[in-house]
């Protein structure tokens, strides 16, 4: 099983504190990969907000294909950053990881919001293709105040290979996961945490509707609707649509994933709606097992189950910081001096949500709409 | 002299040409006459023969032949009375004397055309062997990485839905408060879905089955419905309803079907005004997995008083419906016509969806009925489908198998983004060696989004002695045996309604455990794994290549 520590905070953080909780629930091999996604970075990007960043690895030749592209699309490089890396033993390195903050094309400067975020899709996607087969490209985000870090290892010995306790790299929202040694035939592109156009998230589990999901994804006619290496990728894209595609409430993502019965359905003051969606989007049913673990564009951070085999998940912590773990050991590294008493275990109903700035945690049940 | 045709029997059939020989056992046979007075097709007869038996009956053996007159069951060898193997001489038999036992050297086939007319039969193709739905195992096993499921412990739900589906994005919500409303003000029409139990009882008329068969299947799943909370449902056939039925408000339960002969359909609008409830949804059927390009066919003597009068004929004729809808002249007016008339008919409240037989057009059936706001679904019967009467020719050659055609068409509903907007029901061949739920869930995983039964539950529900090598069959001739198939009521008292209609509640109850123990491991429980093909593979490469599955040995 996968281990998750995603911490939201009202100031910045470094993510040392979500590899620390991640290593205290530590069962076993875990050396699949690390993957970490940073949200409303501090440090040297702080400056950098309406700048989208483009994190990935690449080549040497693949940088070259990278800057090529980039130059004939428009795209200034305004800054690059790269971590300090050291020889770990145990981790392959390569030739260049990056997270770099782009100027838009010209014609973008003053375009709205949706048309930058087709373009910094497209252009994600392009350049994955573009080194696809040799592996020369790799690119994970392209969004603004996003960063995307992700290698095969172990999490605290990526933690020393990517220098991140020297690093000034902070955050105030940040998700990480290391993986479980399920996955041998390993692809970063399979390693969570996912995003795309703001949305954020990592799982725990397996997916087993993934098949019917993923085609259903797929035929949406949106571009950012593929890859899935991972079956998690689809609890990514499934939030995108239901709340970005769609435009639907954050809370109605719960009753994408896992509908209620009809029984059930008919006590909420919304059943009408309900109805509609459970039979609209039934191929988006997820039968579990699995607890997920997402932020939306404005900062909100949840964790939703699955309706019945519930795998683990704790929330807890102060006002201005919160932990949603996949265990609650994570919490105890994370926030010690919290009312554990306080701690939330989301079960079937329960969808808990932290709002932007980790200002309060609220539990919204299903049952009652 | 007598004649040498007379003596050599020469143009005679043998016994050895018929698929059935009859064993009959002197030894055990009182002599009742039970089996021929029971034979449907009086293959049997009783006759009376002259014996030559040599025996000795004092101290020292003095053998002699006696001869002497008695009494034997003796089978015919004209084609017209051929034994067709039901049986019923076996169950009625007291001693255990008779048997039929079937002819793997017969000729039956180059014969049965007497007069021209070739071989009709009931039944369904005549093809032992099993199907590629019975080659395909469920291979995805929960386990550690993903605990199973337990199948008598947790909910599960196993419900489908019939209709046409809105995409999420054509749905006229709007946010109101941080919540999503219906607009009642966008107009939109939302067209009627209903939520049923996705194994479907497929269309036999009251016609081709008995009123005793027909309403022991209606209260079945009646009982299903009202008192187990299974929401299964059942199709009419062609040649209407029940008046009573079509006023009561168990109306919901069942799907009309209008076909090419729009028999019973007089009756139906007539009773439109007095209906208390709408139907579940409306069959419109333009073909028959079992006999692609044949109407359907009630033959003269199995038109009654109660036929008659439910199908507004006169009895004792033939009743051929033609091999298409008369008034239609392409698929675009198909639809036009008969979807928007039939939906216009209950105020656009009921699905309508047509019924066709598998076929390698079926895309462009279902690429139309997709650009149609009204059409509800798509049912389409595969070739192993059964009838009441059909030419051979017809059920043994002609039709597609149901599984590959129902993934072409998944496929080809993936491709545009509308896998969940119009229903895909397949039928034509599901329980046909008797694993119905593994038929069924491996339908479903291939893109099916319900799945139609009629002769296996004929099988399971009332006894139905039809199978693949031919064995009874003569549904047609309104012979049947078992009174499933015929309107003669010394045939249709035999079968009690009441015991079909609680075999149909104990098949279902157990169809829905076995679902339950191929979905428990494989880890669905909340929706129907619909298209879930990576739960399924087979060992046959050609099939898993065909349906894009895994291929396991």
């Known amino acids: 099983m996968c281990r998750l520590a995603a911490i939201t905070s009202n100031e910045y953080f470094s993510p040392i504190e979500n590899i620390a909780a991640l290593e205290t629930m530590k069962e076993g091999h875990d050396g699949s990969g690390m993957g970490l996604v940073l949200k409303t970075l501090g440090g040297e990007f702080e400056e950098l907000k309406d700048h989208p960043i483009l994190s990935g690895i690449c080549s040497k030749n693949g940088l070259h294909t990278l800057d090529e592209y980039m130059n004939k699309l428009g795209f200034k490089l305004k800054y690059a950053w790269t971590p300090r890396t050291k020889p770990v033993k145990g981790i392959v390195p390569r030739d260049y990881y990056f997270a770099r903050v782009y100027d838009y094309p010209d014609v973008y400067k003053d375009r709205p919001l949706e048309e930058k975020e087709d373009l910094l899709l497209k252009t994600r996607l392009a350049l994955r293709k573009l080194g696809e087969t040799d592996e020369s490209i790799i690119v994970f985000s392209f969004y603004p105040d996003i960063l995307t870090l992700k290698e095969v290892g172990d999490p605290l010995e990526l933690c020393e290979f990517f220098g991140l306790e020297k690093s000034p790299l902070k955050a105030k929202i940040i998700l990480a996961q290391g993986r479980q040694n399920t996955n041998y035939a390993i692809n970063l592109y399979a390693c969570h945490p996912f995003f795309i156009q703001g949305y954020g998230s990592m799982t725990n589990g397996e997916n087993t509707a993934f098949v019917p999901i993923r085609e259903f994804l797929m035929s949406r006619g949106f571009p950012g609707y593929l890859g899935y290496n991972s079956d998690s990728e689809v609890f990514c894209h499934i939030l995108h649509y239901t709340c970005k595609k769609l435009g639907y409430p954050l809370t109605y993502y719960k009753d994408v994933i896992t509908p209620l019965k009809q029984s059930e359905i008919d006590k909420r003051t919304d059943s009408e709606v309900a109805r509609l969606l459970k039979v609209s989007l039934r191929p988006l049913c997820i039968d579990g097992p699995n607890c997920v673990i997402a932020f939306t564009p404005d900062g909100t951070c949840f964790m939703v189950q699955d309706a019945k085999k519930l795998r683990p998940g704790a929330v807890g912590g102060v006002k201005g910081k919160y932990g949603l773990m996949s265990e609650e050991c994570g919490l105890d590294s994370v926030v010690p001096a919290r009312d554990k008493s306080q701690d939330i275990f989301p079960m079937k109903f329960d969808m808990v949500i932290i709002k932007p700035g980790a200002e309060e945690v609220t539990v919204w049940n299903q049952l009652h709409g | ?553």
């Open chain 2, 1 to 553: 002299m007598e004649p040498a045709s007379r003596l050599d029997h020469n143009h005679e059939l043998s016994i050895k040409d018929f698929p059935y020989i009859v064993r009959w056992r002197d030894d055990r046979c009182k002599r009742c006459g039970r089996c021929t007075a029971v034979c449907p097709m009086l293959s049997i007869e009783p006759a009376v023969v002259v014996k030559r038996v040599v025996q000795s009956e004092g101290l020292t053996p003095e053998p002699k032949a006696v001869r002497y007159t008695t009494t034997m069951v003796k089978q015919t060898t004209n084609i017209e009375r051929y034994c067709i193997g039901c049986g019923t001489c076996t169950l009625v038999c007291p001693n255990e004397a008779i048997e039929p036992e079937y002819n793997p050297r017969h000729k039956f086939n180059f014969h049965k055309n007497k007069g021209g007319h070739p071989y009709r039969r009931g039944g369904r193709r005549n093809d032992p062997m099993p199907s590629t739905l019975d080659r395909l195992r469920f291979t995805r096993i929960s386990m550690l990485t993903d605990p199973a499921l337990d199948a008598g412990r947790h909910e599960f739900r196993i419900r489908t839905y019939l209709g046409r589906i809105l995409p999420a994005e054509e749905l006229p919500v709007i946010m109101v408060n941080g919540k999503l409303e219906v607009d009642k003000t966008s107009g939109k029409f939302i067209p009627p879905v209903r939520e049923i139990y996705p194994v479907m009882i497929g269309s036999m008329s009251i016609g081709a089955l008995s009123p005793t068969m027909w309403e022991g299947l209606a209260m079945g799943i009646t009982y299903l419905n009202e008192v187990e909370g299974m929401p299964v449902v059942m199709c009419s056939g062609e040649g209407g309803m029940p008046h009573r039925l079509l006023k009561s408000r168990f109306l919901k339960y069942f799907i009309p079907q209008i076909a090419s002969g729009y028999f019973g359909w007089d009756e139906i609008v007539r009773a439109l005004p007095h209906m208390i409830e709408d139907p579940c949804a409306i069959e419109i059927k333009y073909g028959q997995g079992a006999k692609p390009g044949d109407g359907g066919l009630l033959m003269a003597h199995k038109v009654l008083k109660l036929i008659s009068e439910i199908r507004g004929v006169p009895m004792g004729v033939d009743l051929p419906s033609p091999p298409t809808h008369q008034t239609q002249y392409s698929i675009e007016e198909s639809v036009a016509k008969m979807i928007q008339s039939m939906s216009m008919a209950w105020g656009f409240r009921v699905p309508v969806y047509p019924k066709i037989s598998g076929t390698r057009t079926a895309k462009a059936v279902l690429n139309n009925l997709v650009r149609n706001p009204y059409a509800a679904g798509l049912s389409i019967d595969g070739e192993d489908g059964g009838t009441g009467a059909a030419y051979n020719v017809s059920m043994d050659t002609m039709g597609h198998p149901i599984a590959s055609n129902i993934r072409d068409c998944y496929h080809d509903l993936v491709a545009q983004g509308k896998q969940n907007e119009l229903p895909l029901i397949a039928s034509g061949g599901i329980g046909k060696k008797g694993n119905l739920a593994a038929n069924a869930a491996a339908l479903f995983m291939l893109g099916a989004s319900a799945v139609s039964i009629g002769k296996y539950i004929m099988q399971a529900a009332a006894g139905c002695f039809g199978d693949e090598m031919n064995r009874c069959n003569v549904c047609n001739l309104g012979k049947c045996p078992r009174g499933i198939t015929t309107q003669d009521p010394k045939l249709y008292r035999r079968l009690d309604p009441d015991v079909v209609a609680e075999r149909v509640v104990e098949v279902y109850k157990s169809l829905d455990i076995e679902l339950k123990k191929i979905f428990a491991p494989m880890g669905r429980s909340t929706e129907l794994p619909i298209g879930m093909s990576d739960g399924i593979g087979t060992d046959d490469h050609a099939i898993a290549e065909r349906l894009h599955i895994s291929y396991v040995c």
